[in-house]
């Protein structure tokens, strides 16, 4: 596709649920990023991979947050029982660096909102 | 570590006026990339302008243009002729020049056009 794609837009989930999200970059993308965005506030940064690669985990806030992209492309984010705090917009975002890897620009998809009930 | 400020929660501009956004930020180092990002209701997060911190001369994108002061360490965001579709959320960010790194992002501005 022309843009990166994230599914579902909207998830509602109960307390102790497992989700997953999906992004999809754009085709050629080989960084990719996930960024939680809580409500009010802006995005901040969960997790990098480069290609398959998961070189950042910093920012995912605990082990219940898991994210991985196989075959460098496709990353799923997944949050196993999910609890109220959990609550977020997830943005993903992919770029493509060039030779010089200061140049890239990270482009965004239209983001997943997760509500714990 | 870098923050990024935006002490304005809320701005309002009238059709085909001029509005400034206002952003600070804190680093240590002296190469690094500042952003403005638009949010509209859709959620996606769309880049208007960029600038390199090692270039003086501030950036301009059609009706959007910076203010940079690096010593103030200051990227306020001007928008010209603001138009109904400029309503949104704006969001100043940081990112470090080395390598493939992520962005740090302000709390954003929500700003909002009247006809």
């Known amino acids: 596709g022309a843009g990166v794609s994230q599914s579902p837009r909207y998830k509602v989930a109960k307390r102790g649920q497992d989700v997953a999200l999906r992004c999809d970059p754009i085709?050629?993308?080989?960084?990719l990023f996930w960024y939680q965005q809580a409500l009010g506030q802006g995005p901040e940064f969960l997790t990098y991979?480069?290609?398959?690669?998961?070189?950042?985990k910093s920012g995912l806030p605990s082990d219940r947050f898991f994210a991985e992209r196989p075959e460098g492309s496709v990353s799923t984010l997944k949050i196993q029982r999910t609890q109220q705090e959990d609550s977020a917009v997830y943005l993903c975002?992919?770029?493509?660096?060039?030779?010089?890897?200061?140049?890239?620009?990270?482009?965004f998809g239209p983001g997943t909102r997760l509500t714990v009930l | 570590a870098q923050t990024v400020t935006q002490s304005q929660p809320e701005m309002s501009v009238q059709e085909a006026e001029t509005v400034t956004l206002s952003c600070t930020y804190d680093?240590?180092?002296?190469?690094?990339?500042l952003f403005w990002y638009k949010q509209p209701p859709s959620r996606q997060m769309i880049l208007v302008i960029r600038q390199e911190a090692y270039k003086q001369q501030n950036a301009t994108e059609n009706r959007f243009s910076v203010n940079f002061q690096k010593a103030a360490k200051s990227f306020s965001l001007k928008i010209s002729d603001s138009q109904l579709g400029d309503a949104a959320m704006y969001f100043c960010a940081y990112r470090r020049w080395a390598g493939n790194t992520p962005l740090v992002f302000g709390k954003g501005t929500r700003l909002s056009v009247i006809a």
């Open positions: 975002a992919s770029s493509r660096p060039f030779q010089d890897a200061s140049t890239d620009t990270q482009y």
């Open positions: 680093t240590s180092e002296s190469d690094y990339y």
């Open positions: 085709s050629g993308h080989v960084s």
């Open positions: 991979f480069q290609n398959e690669a998961q070189l950042d």
